[in-house]
């Protein structure tokens, strides 16, 4: 390991550290992954998210625009404190196997109906406007953690629609979990 190298410790699954690894792979930060098997999964993507924005201010995550800087915290908010949380694997856990998907399910619709009424006054290309943000970095792990549990994502059009824009640009390739270190082999790309 070279010095100075960022380590990041992630679990493959991880919505967190897939947050973070599309910052890195935004950025060109090459970094070192430990991968971790951790039950509960962290929730500090958002301030390491900043820190590197901060630090490595190329390309900007965060607009320069107040109001527009403002719009992605909000969304990256409602993604990360409610949407998310509700879904994470400690959550589905408590409530059994056999209540997993359901509770998934009732867990993901409203955020992302909310989610979506926001998108459509903030988004253009993105989440907000035509530039990567991290809104957008909070976006594709949870409409993947949607498909997952099989939510119907036809009443998202525009949750639909950025996301498979996201999708197409190498940085949120490379970061998905089927292609991390960790991944087990019948998941991985």
Same mark, same amino acid.
């Given at each position: ?17 897939? #947050?973070? #690894? /599309?910052?890195?792979? =935004? ?5 070192? &992954?430990?991968?971790? *098997? ?5 929730? +500090?993507?958002?301030? /390491?998210?900043?820190? =590197?924005?901060? &630090? ?5 995550? =965060? ?7 403002? $719009? ?14 509700? %879904? ?5 856990? $408590?409530?059994? $196997?056999?209540? %997993? ?6 867990? /993901? ?7 979506? +009424? ?9 989440? @907000? ?12 792990? %949870?409409?993947? *953690? ?8 036809? !009443?998202? !059009?525009? /949750? ?12 949120? +390739? @490379?970061?998905? !979990?089927?292609?991390?270190?960790? &991944? ?6």
């Amino acid at each position: 390991m070279q010095a100075g190298k960022p380590i990041l410790y992630s679990y493959f699954r991880s919505s967190c550290s897939w #947050r973070v #690894r /599309i910052a890195l792979a =935004l950025k060109s930060i090459d970094f070192e &992954t430990v991968p971790i *098997n951790l039950i509960k999964d962290g929730g +500090q993507q958002l301030a /390491i998210i900043e820190y =590197l924005e901060e &630090t490595r201010p190329t390309p900007r995550l =965060l607009p320069q625009d107040p109001k527009k800087r403002a $719009q992605v915290r909000m969304i990256s908010d409602i993604i990360t404190s409610g949407i998310q949380p509700l %879904q994470n694997l400690s959550v589905l856990k $408590q409530v059994g $196997q056999e209540n %997993q998907l359901t509770w998934a399910q009732k867990a /993901i619709r409203p955020g992302f109906n909310a989610l979506e +009424q926001v998108l459509w006054s903030t988004a253009g290309k993105y989440c @907000v406007g035509d530039e990567v943000s991290m809104a957008d970095l909070c976006l594709v792990p %949870q409409v993947a *953690n949607a498909e997952r549990f099989k939510v119907d994502l036809t !009443p998202y !059009p525009t /949750i639909s629609r950025i996301n498979k824009t996201l999708m197409a640009l190498e940085a949120f +390739q @490379v970061s998905h !979990p089927c292609r991390q270190p960790d &991944t087990p082999p019948e998941l991985r790309a």
